[in-house]
């Protein structure tokens, strides 16, 4: 079993620090917010992800939490960095904590593999292995490790991974990183370090493509009397197309699609290519978070000013408190600038939306979030929701609107209950 270092202590970081104990190794994890590793330290977890406080627990006396990087870095014979990548205002990855990270190693001669987990854009591992050369680091060797985890069921994702891809020019350190993933039962992809920096920004713009295309479908399907949800079915049995990330909704978010497909724009208009397809993933998935207010109009009426308007779910998915980027942001936004009274719910993400948009009321429940509303947005499909008793939400709404931003909801069955239903790229009911 092997001592790694865990640099980074977020959603990419805890899985990863969980889930290498898991596979038996000895973990120092190191993160420069203290007050995150305070908690850590006394067996809290600063993230809601389903599984993860039970599986660090299990394994608290192989792992360290800390702040202090010298330490931790003499500690590991493996360095994962894991800390996060944000999008800077041109839409280029931000690479300041990863070169933070590579500032921080100590001059020591003690041999370690540099494995960047974070996502960075092709060419990154290559800077920072000249940059080592440079400095004479000829003890520290360099390996690309990809994440590809989903929020929500990162745990899963992690120990039954599609592929593990290891990027490194040198073999002997792509079998090391390699074996550290024994006892999963993954199949490996050992590339060099270039194409696996580019095996994740493309897998993520294939995504986000599908998911826009799908989305441009529903629309088409709304202005043609077709039923996307039908037709996505029938798309999806095709074996070359796949059923996955064909459902169509108010647009992707999180920390990833968003930022992952503008960087890769962004690396290919730095490198002299214009990838216009990726320009049009970008603006239908903005526009198809605006879809909704059109919706509300329709039944509302043009004036949304004063309107007590729902929004069940605030984090980008379901399962997770992250709302970054999420649909609910610009949903809300909007809404707050026509004048509407805004009153949102979600199981877990109500403290950090709170913190980024205090205009809005925040529930405690979701019935409570639909008292007197005029209508409700379903944004996150939180099983919850699905769940609720549908037959009292309709008593205590103001007026019986649903629109189902993730066409997650039974529409017919809302129907018969005497609600007005409409999806996204469905036909409306009631
Ligand atoms: N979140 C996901 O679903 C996901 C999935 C796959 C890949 N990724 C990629 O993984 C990376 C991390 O994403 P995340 O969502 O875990 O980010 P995050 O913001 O949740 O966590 C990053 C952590 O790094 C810490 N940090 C920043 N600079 C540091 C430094 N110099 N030393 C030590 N710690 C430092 C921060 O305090 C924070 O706790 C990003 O590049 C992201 O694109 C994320």
Redesign the pocket.
């Known amino acids: 079993m092997s001592r790694l270092t865990v640099?980074?202590?977020?959603?990419?970081?805890l899985v990863t620090v969980a889930c290498m104990a898991e596979l038996g190794h000895h973990i120092v994890a190191?993160?420069?917010?203290a007050d995150?590793v305070e908690l850590l330290r006394k067996g809290g977890v600063p993230?809601h992800e389903p599984g993860l406080t039970d599986l660090i627990a299990k394994h608290r006396e192989r792992i360290e939490f800390t702040t202090d990087?010298a330490h931790a870095y003499r500690s590991g014979e493996f360095i994962f960095l894991?800390?996060?990548?944000p999008p800077t205002a041109s839409g280029d990855a931000d690479l300041s904590?990863i070169w933070?990270?590579i500032d921080?190693l100590p001059p020591d001669e003690v041999e370690h593999v540099i494995v960047t987990?974070?996502?960075?854009p092709v060419g990154t591992g290559a800077l920072v292995k000249a940059e080592l050369d440079q400095r004479g680091y000829r003890h520290i060797t360099y390996a690309s490790n990809?994440?590809?985890?989903?929020?929500g069921t990162?745990i899963a994702d992690f120990m039954h991974a599609d592929r593990v891809v290891v990027g490194a020019d040198d073999p002997a350190v792509a079998a090391s990183v390699a074996a550290l993933y024994q006892g999963i039962d993954s199949p490996v992809l050992t590339t060099d370090v270039a194409s696996a920096e580019m095996i994740k920004y493309a897998s993520n713009a294939f995504l986000a493509t599908k998911i826009s295309f799908i989305n441009e479908i529903a629309n088409v399907c709304e202005a043609t009397g077709a039923d996307v949800t039908v037709v996505a079915k029938g798309m999806g049995m095709d074996r070359r197309i796949g059923p996955h990330f064909l459902q169509a909704g108010i647009g992707y978010g999180?920390?990833?699609f968003p930022?992952?497909v503008s960087a890769l724009k962004q690396l290919a208009g730095n490198s002299g290519y214009h990838f216009q397809l990726l320009n049009a993933v970008i603006e239908v998935n903005e526009l198809q978070k605006r879809r909704v207010i059109g919706k509300l109009k329709r039944h509302l009426g043009e004036e949304l000013r004063g309107k007590r308007i729902s929004l069940l779910g605030l984090a980008f998915k379901p399962n997770t408190d992250?709302i970054r980027q999420a649909s609910s942001i610009i949903l809300a936004s909007r809404l707050l600038a026509e004048g509407a009274h805004v009153v949102g719910f979600d199981p877990v993400a109500t403290p950090n939306m709170r913190a980024l948009l205090p205009a809005v009321t925040y529930a405690a429940s979701a019935m409570e979030a639909l008292e007197e509303a005029d209508a409700c947005v379903l944004v996150t499909e939180w099983s919850e929701f699905l769940e609720l008793d549908w037959a009292s939400v309709k008593k205590t709404m103001a007026q019986p609107i649903v629109i189902d931003g993730r066409n997650a909801l039974d529409g017919p069955a809302l129907a018969q209950l005497g609600f007005i239903y409409e999806g996204i790229g469905t036909r409306s009911v009631g």
Do not use: W
Not at 82 to 85: F, G, L, P, S, W
């Open positions: 640099v980074g202590a977020g959603y990419v970081g190191m993160d420069v917010d995150k993230i990087h894991c800390v996060d990548t904590r933070q990270a921080n987990k974070s996502t960075v990809p994440e590809f985890l989903r929020e990162a999180g920390s990833c930022k992952d992250d």
